[in-house]
């Protein structure tokens, strides 16, 4: 029978690689990443000091090139579809970007497939540079932190239920379906509520508006 210390042997010989898509992961759309990450931190496969800093890193320059990337958009291509697409998506998940941009920027992070978008639309807009960087760096050490404790705890749980690599690898698979499920149905959560949110707005001022003009 195959334990899971085969998946630790392979994980350990293949450690700088673990660590060079750990890094690229991060720039591009990390949940499934860094949950693997937390995995291979419980087996003992990487370390933890490695790990966040190349975690870090990468989170600040996904955060660098995507402001960067909106920003030759607005000056190159102000009127490209890709822009019109991303636009549209902001003004439907994230209504009040411009008035909050720092709670929007935020709540992007937790959002499946939304923050890469914020983070292009803050460099188009040319948002406070200052406010851009403050909603990255507290949204990514918390989202950081959930992460990879989340695939800790995968780790923990499925090696508590077996050792054998097999099953082992097949329940973390299923832990990693229900998160993704998971992320999808507060999305959806998140969307009915911000449409009936808006909406509600929406009434509110149109009832002011009326109300002004009938008095005036």
């Known amino acids: 029978m195959q334990t899971v210390d085969l998946l630790l042997d392979f994980a350990l010989f293949h450690q700088s690689f673990a660590y060079i898509i750990l890094f690229l992961g991060m720039i591009f ?32 320059s996904k955060s660098f090139i995507a402001y960067n990337l909106g920003s030759f958009i607005q000056r190159k291509f102000p009127n490209s579809r890709f822009l019109k697409y991303i636009n549209k998506k902001i003004d439907y998940f994230l ?28 460099g188009y807009l040319k948002l406070k540079f200052r406010t851009y960087i403050k909603a990255e760096v507290f949204s990514n050490i918390l ?21 054998e690599a097999k099953k082992f690898i097949i329940i973390v698979i299923l832990f990693i379906f229900s998160f ?9 959560i998140y969307e009915i509520f911000e449409e009936f949110y808006c909406k509600h707005i929406r009434n509110s001022k149109d009832s002011k508006s009326s109300k002004s003009s009938q008095n005036a």
């Open 29 to 60: 759309e990390g949940e499934i990443v860094l949950l693997f990450a937390g995995i291979l931190l419980h087996l003992g496969a990487i370390n933890l000091i490695p790990t966040i800093i190349l975690a870090s890193v990468g989170l600040v």
């Open 95 to 122: 209504p009040d970007f411009q008035e909050k941009p720092f709670w929007s920027i935020f709540i992007s992070k937790f959002l499946v497939g939304l923050n890469n978008f914020a983070l292009i639309f803050s």
């Open 143 to 163: 989202w950081l932190s959930l992460i990879l404790s989340l695939g800790y705890f995968f780790s923990y749980t499925a090696i508590s239920i077996t050792k």
């Open 180 to 188: 993704i499920i998971l992320e999808k149905i507060v999305a959806f």
